[in-house]
């Protein structure tokens, strides 16, 4: 690590043993709910600090008050021993705290240069700080161009983007919300060497994460976070993954039963040369796939977020038809001209990766809600273009029973319900038909460790009674977790499927950085590692 | 002190059914005020305004003629505004429901026969239809904005009429005034009782209740919200927006040329170049305070059809020009979308600072 010091005042301020920032006996009411309950934290400069929970845990409150965002019911900051009120994000940075958030907020049509410039306050000269751009990422081993358009960028360089940002404000304490989410694992790598880099000038890193291996390999100290209080302050390099997964969630997540992954079963979902151009100027085009999804087994197809997800996602469900009937088969019959009412007609069901605004409307009730997949599909929720609203009800509480749906009412508003209970609803609204066929995106988005192993052990009971599912994920857990095969997706090119036990974590970062593509671009990828 | 909004987690039932109340509450005080400014006592005109339109048999069948065309114009806006569709050209369907729906009797002035009746009906509907299939058609193939195009058709369909009644279509008889012959036997709508009250009424009636029940209980009806709440979700349900925009014009093209062609065979008896007083217009708000609910824009409808009475009247009785119609109109219409945040947000004094 270099440990030559870039700014003059590092080490005379803050005093070994002094904290940099300093949180006491926060409280946060929303309503009635304590989203923070008594929290402590505290970061030494040069430290890469840990702060871990799952969704819910109030990581996201905590983190917004530290930066401004919102103010706590109760409790006080301190920044380098005095205590402070941050009303605002600006009065956050003007102390040195920066930010790099989970979803970014940038502009695609302007320049990377523009981009930061709308950032930074009374920045006019945007061709000095091109300059200083370009200085400090090539410093900072995170390359950048800074005149590139932020739409032809990857995700990955996107966040560049914000980090950079970050450090032309020279900040004294870095925040990472979930920043390795959408990075390969190579990506990742180069972002721990730069936060270490970092912390090794003094500058203090607050890391918020899921991802216990990464936390145990970079930070220093954990504060890990439950249900709004504190449950321990730890050091992660003593603890195993287990452990602090313990901490995370109180009891241990169930053990997933998957049975024996020998699949040999029909055929029941084909694609043959799918390919299909994108009329979205940010969209991916699919090019030429092909994949088989036969009766008893998981296939997932992972990749970064943005590689075609989406797009492959609409082309199998139907949602966008393709040209060639051939291109998509379920259970033998082609169907790549037909519409999503008729594929599901087939016996095939489809989970979107959006909950609300793609898989479910926000303010219809989730009978309603159930409707708007179970309408197509013989049962007695429509008759002869009727609502049988009281068979709605029924089968919407049934899945609600069965996959645990938690609501306060007995017909809520989608809305009303947290995001795990919503996966849940519309993750048990396509199994309670049981389809022969199941394709489902992200299904354990944004959902807590015990509704997503749920979700998971479901998706498995699913294949092994005899349904051909697919999932597309973005979660390598996820998917060692479950799935017999997986396929790479890149650029809108998806790779042969592997047996999952011929796969490591480092083989599928290759694939995802486009291995597979096309073999002239293999060299090209050696050169740059 | 100051006042925020605040996202409330459910839709407030209590407030969606208080909204309008409190925008016809605040219309009174406003309208109040106006008339204090204008110097006349406003308990007064209040009253003539609209109180005194429901105090005699006459205004009442009046009230009852002018709410028919407003509340056939109005569920048919209320299903299309329930798409996201955006239909502004009403009064230009009407125009052209009724145009059409005329032809009859002015290209066969010696026909008598109930079939005449029945042809001018269903004429008057295809009319209007299918002037509302254009924009539909324009947003569909070109996605061009149907608010433009449906208002900018509105002048089309007026100048088209005015051309004709001007021209091929008027009265030899007529001393040269633009209008058409006088209808007669079954040329006009048959009235209900001896009063100006005709069978256009009950065409409102039953307009309300299939509406209602289209859009409560069939699948139709389910999908026209779907699409109008989140096209995207609406797609993966297998629901195809296109249809659903083409479905909405038609629909409430086909009830204004309805409401149309029974103007001008009913109480006009004759093709004149106005044929509504701004029904089209009117229905909008008709639609928005009835909730975009089909029993909710019958009873917005007798609302405005009362304002319209209690604009002649203050102008009969105080020489209040009556503009204060349009004035009263637009001031509900604003109130109630103000309101209607009320339904989404609460309002919370906050003091600054903290």
Aim: charged share 20%; with cysteine.
């Amino acid at each position: 690590m270099s440990t030559s010091d870039m700014r003059p005042d590092d080490g005379s301020e803050a005093a070994s043993g002094a904290y940099i920032l300093e949180a006491r006996n926060i409280v946060k009411l929303f309503g009635d709910l304590r989203a923070n309950d008594d929290i402590d934290l505290s970061l030494k400069p040069g430290e890469i600090h840990a702060l871990l929970g799952e969704n819910g845990a109030g990581k996201s409150t905590l983190v917004k008050i530290i930066y401004g965002a919102l103010q706590p019911t109760s409790g006080q900051v301190f920044w380098q021993g005095a205590p402070v009120t941050i009303s605002n994000p600006a009065a956050a940075r003007d102390l040195g705290i920066g930010m790099v958030f989970q979803h970014f907020s940038l502009f695609d049509a302007l320049t990377v240069t523009q981009n930061i410039a709308l950032a930074l306050k009374g920045e006019r000269d945007l061709k000095a700080l091109a300059g200083r751009i370009e200085t400090v990422s090539a410093d900072y081993g995170l390359p950048l161009r800074p005149g590139a358009l932020v739409a032809d960028l990857s995700v990955g360089e996107r966040q560049r983007i914000e980090v950079v940002r970050c450090l032309l404000q020279e900040p004294r304490l870095l925040i990472l919300d979930e920043p390795t989410a959408v990075l390969t694992p190579q990506e990742a790598d180069q972002l721990f060497v730069t936060l270490e880099r970092l912390a090794g000038e003094g500058c203090a890193v607050l890391y918020i994460s899921h991802r216990l291996e990464e936390v145990k390999r970079l930070c220093h100290d954990a504060t890990i976070l439950r249900l709004g209080r504190l449950v321990a302050r730890v050091d992660p390099q003593q603890e195993s993954a287990a452990s602090l997964a313990k901490h995370m969630i109180g009891t241990d997540v169930a053990a997933l039963r998957s049975g024996s992954g020998a699949a040999t079963g029909a055929p029941l979902l084909e694609l043959a040369g799918l390919s299909m151009p994108t009329d979205d100027p940010f969209g991916v085009a699919l090019k030429s796939i092909d994949l088989v999804v036969r009766s008893g087994e998981v296939v997932a197809v992972a990749g970064v977020a943005g590689n075609g997800q989406s797009e492959l996602f609409d082309a199998i469900s139907g949602e966008r038809t393709s040209k060639s009937a051939d291109a998509v088969k379920l259970a033998g019959a082609p169907c790549g001209r037909e519409s999503i009412t008729q594929r599901r007609r087939r016996d095939a069901a489809f989970v979107p990766e959006e909950r609300l605004g793609h898989a479910a409307i926000a303010d219809l009730p989730l009978s309603e809600n159930l409707v708007l997949t179970h309408h197509a599909v013989g049962n007695d929720v429509v008759r002869n273009g009727l609502i049988n609203r009281g068979a709605a009800r029924d089968v919407m509480a049934r899945v609600a029973e069965h996959y645990d749906v938690r609501k306060n009412l007995t017909d809520p508003e989608a809305s009303a319900l947290s995001g795990g209970n919503l996966q849940k609803f519309v993750v048990g609204r396509e199994l309670d038909r049981k389809p022969g066929i199941l394709v489902v995106h992200q299904p354990t988005w944004g959902v807590d460790a015990g509704a997503a192993a749920f979700i998971r052990q479901s998706l498995v009971d699913m294949a092994r009674s005899g349904s051909a599912v697919l999932m597309i994920s973005q979660d390598l857990d996820e998917i060692f977790e479950i799935a017999d095969r997986i396929a790479v997706i890149s650029r809108g090119e998806l790779s042969e499927a592997y047996p999952a036990a011929e796969l490591s974590p480092e083989r599928i970062g290759l694939l995802m950085a486009g291995t597979h593509e096309k073999a002239g671009r293999d060299a090209e990828r050696g050169a740059e590692a | 002190m100051i006042l925020r909004l605040e996202r409330r987690s459910q839709r407030s039932t209590l407030m969606a059914f208080l909204s309008p109340l409190l925008a016809i509450g605040l219309t009174l005080a406003l309208g109040a005020i106006m008339f204090v400014a204008l110097g006349f006592d406003p308990g007064k005109a209040l009253y003539i305004y609209f109180i005194e339109p429901l105090t005699s048999a006459w205004s009442i069948e009046e009230v009852v003629v002018k709410a028919a065309p407003l509340i056939l114009i109005g569920v048919g806006l209320a299903v299309c505004y329930t798409a996201n569709v955006w239909n502004i050209g009403a009064e230009g369907q009407l125009t052209m429901g009724a145009l059409v729906g005329a032809s009859i009797p002015i290209y066969f002035p010696d026909w008598q026969s109930p079939l005449v009746l029945l042809l001018m009906l269903v004429l008057g509907i295809a009319g209007g239809a299918l002037f509302a299939a254009i924009p539909a058609f324009l947003k569909n193939r070109f996605s061009a904005n149907e608010i433009l195009t449906s208002l900018m058709l509105v002048y089309v369909a007026q100048l088209l009429l005015d051309w004709l009644i001007r021209g091929a279509w008027r009265d030899p008889d007529g001393y040269n005034f633009p209008q058409s012959i006088l209808f007669e036997g079954w040329q006009v709508i048959p009235p209900l009782g001896d009063g100006r009250v005709h069978i256009g009424a009950i065409f409102a009636v039953v307009a309300v209740i299939i509406v209602a029940f289209m859009m409560g209980r069939t699948l139709r009806g389910f999908e026209i919200r779907v699409i109008g709440t989140s096209p995207r979700a609406g797609s993966f349900a297998g629901f195809k927006g296109k249809r659903v925009v083409l479905f909405c014009f038609m629909l409430s093209g086909a009830l204004a040329g309805l409401a149309g062609i029974c103007e001008v065979a009913g109480p006009s008896g004759q093709l004149q170049p106005h044929v509504s007083p701004g029904y089209g217009f009117t229905a909008i708000i008709v639609a928005f305070l009835g909730r975009l609910n089909p029993i909710g824009v019958f009873f917005a409808g007798v609302l405005l059809a009362i304002s319209y009475m209690g604009g002649e009247a203050v102008q009969v009785e105080l020489g209040i020009s009556d503009k204060t119609t349009q004035v009263f109109q637009g001031m509900l219409l604003f109130l109630i979308l103000a309101c209607d945040t009320l339904i989404r947000y609460r309002i919370r004094l906050v003091s600054p600072g903290r």
